[in-house]
């Protein structure tokens, strides 16, 4: 499967792999940075907690609610996306 990957072909893309080839990098590219977002985020949590240990009383309601969007946005993304809808 690799050699599919790495075989240099004489041919021109057609249209429909050059659509495909962009809309994969698309996708490529706010994965990076979103992955690179999750990762400064986690670092930051580890470094506080060094730091701080775990929040005792740190946070109020709307806190939590405001922590609780990006999960309720992804479930509701994969729901979609798992429905076709």
Same mark, same amino acid.
């Given at each position: 499967?690799?050699?599919?990957?790495?075989? +240099?072909?004489?041919?021109?893309?057609?249209?429909?792999?050059?659509?495909?080839? %962009?809309?994969?990098?698309?996708? $490529?590219? /706010?994965?990076?940075?979103?992955?690179?977002?999750?990762?400064?985020?986690?670092?930051?949590? +580890?470094?506080?907690?060094?730091?701080?240990?775990?929040?005792?009383?740190?946070? %109020?309601?709307s806190?939590?609610? $405001?922590? /609780?969007?990006?999960f309720?946005?992804?479930?509701?993304?994969?729901?979609?996306?798992?429905?076709?809808?």
């Amino acid at each position: 499967m690799l050699s599919e990957f790495l075989t +240099i072909t004489d041919t021109d893309p057609t249209d429909t792999e050059i659509k495909g080839r %962009k809309a994969w990098r698309d996708l $490529l590219i /706010t994965t990076v940075g979103s992955g690179a977002f999750f990762a400064a985020a986690l670092g930051n949590v +580890i470094k506080t907690h060094r730091k701080h240990g775990w929040p005792k009383n740190a946070f %109020k309601t709307s806190d939590y609610i $405001l922590m /609780t969007i990006p999960f309720i946005v992804v479930g509701i993304a994969l729901h979609e996306e798992m429905n076709g809808e």
